[in-house]
């Protein structure tokens, strides 16, 4: 019996390719988010609003993940920008790989912000980087104000927290300061928006401050601040 | 299933080429943010390293809990349900020492009939 020392990451192959995806994006300014949440909870629908918004002010591509159809991307492609689908067929995550694909696909030259919708599922995306800026975890008040607690590797390592279907909490159980404190509690430096994409609520400062981020980061090249 | 398969890919570059080595033991060092379940992790291993080398083999996992220091009296704790406040200061500024890894430690080969 021999033993042969390793240690290494399971996962350096796609950190590695990540690494070059953070670099490309970084040489041509553009700020990159990977949008994780639960199935259902509006990553589709919160991107549909930003492009309603801020299409026009900024430049902007769209990287649809998705099990196995091509139906958020066809929402997208209505809006009018550039928008790579990605099918997984069955994978629960992206990985860094599959991204590096699909900006193979965009006109980088030309582009403010490339917002990633990563498949549905709070678990494995929080273990592929994609060399993304920022992730942007979107929670639904619907799924409950325990879900940070739940998954609490994903909002630890996510940057922004956006909590989405405000309008429906007079009918659920579901209470929105217990949801922030889970969330603060885990990860004290989240930014949190409140937002509603039936009645718009929230949209505008979720827009405002998305677009002063990617401004800065077209303005000044930013170093990989990832992970932890 | 695709850590189960980078982890495989790994042990491909590692492990003796020869027909008569044998994986026998996989150590894991697996950080309690990680997300990753062992149970579900041998499950898929087991299913990804059918035929090849390290079919069979024994996945040994160190847990490693979640550790971080408050970079404003810099005392390190172990956090608690997730609770990312210093209990000694309760600072929320901390940063993460330990939690995440989703390490190979070694390998244990056998090889067969060897002298």
């Known amino acids: 019996m021999s033993v042969i020392t390793i240690e290494r990451k399971i996962l350096e192959k796609n950190d590695e390719i990540a690494r ?3 670099a490309r994006l ?14 259902g909870s509006g990553k589709t629908s919160l991107i549909e609003r930003t492009l309603e918004h801020l299409n026009g002010k900024l430049r902007i591509a769209v990287i649809e993940g998705d099990v196995h159809t091509s139906l958020d991307a066809e929402r997208i492609a209505r809006y009018r920008v550039p928008v790579v689908q990605i099918v997984t067929q069955g994978g629960c995550h992206l990985d860094a790989h599959l991204v590096a694909e699909a900006m193979a696909k965009l006109d ?9 919708e990563n498949v549905g599922n709070l678990v494995c995306p929080a273990n592929y980087d994609l060399g993304e800026a920022m992730k942007v975890v979107i929670i639904s008040t619907t799924e409950g104000d325990d879900k940070p607690l739940k998954y609490p590797a994903m909002f630890r390592q996510a940057e922004v ?36 994409c039936t009645t718009g609520a929230g949209i505008p400062d979720w827009c405002a401050w ?8 077209s303005a000044v090249p930013e170093a990989p601040g990832h992970g932890g | 299933m695709s850590i189960a398969r980078s982890l495989l890919e790994m042990i491909a570059q590692y492990a003796p080429a020869n027909g008569r080595a044998r994986v026998k033991v996989v150590r894991l060092r ?12 041998r499950f898929c291993f087991e299913v990804a390293s059918e035929g090849t080398v390290a079919q069979g083999a024994e996945l040994q996992i160190e847990h490693v809990p979640v550790m971080s220091r408050c970079t404003d009296c810099r005392c390190d704790f172990e956090v608690e349900q997730y609770a990312f406040i210093c209990p000694n200061c309760d600072s929320p500024n901390v940063e993460l020492i330990s939690g995440n890894e989703l390490d190979v430690i070694e390998l244990e080969v056998e090889e067969e009939g060897c002298p």
Request: charged share 20%; glycine share 4%; proline share 5%.
């Open chain 1, 20 to 22: 070059q995806n953070r």
């Open chain 1, 26 to 39: 970084a040489e041509h300014g553009i700020l990159a988010l990977n949008m994780v949440s639960s199935p």
């Open chain 1, 108 to 116: 980088l030259a030309h582009l403010d912000l490339l917002i990633i």
């Open chain 1, 161 to 196: 927290l956006v909590i989405n279907k405000i309008d429906l909490l007079p009918y659920l159980n579901c209470r929105l300061d217990a949801l922030k404190q889970h969330a603060l509690q885990i990860n004290p430096a989240l930014k949190v928006f409140e937002t509603s």
């Open chain 1, 210 to 217: 998305l677009e002063a981020m990617t401004r800065r980061k």
């Open chain 2, 30 to 41: 697996i950080g309690e943010l990680a997300g990753v379940i062992p149970e579900s992790l």
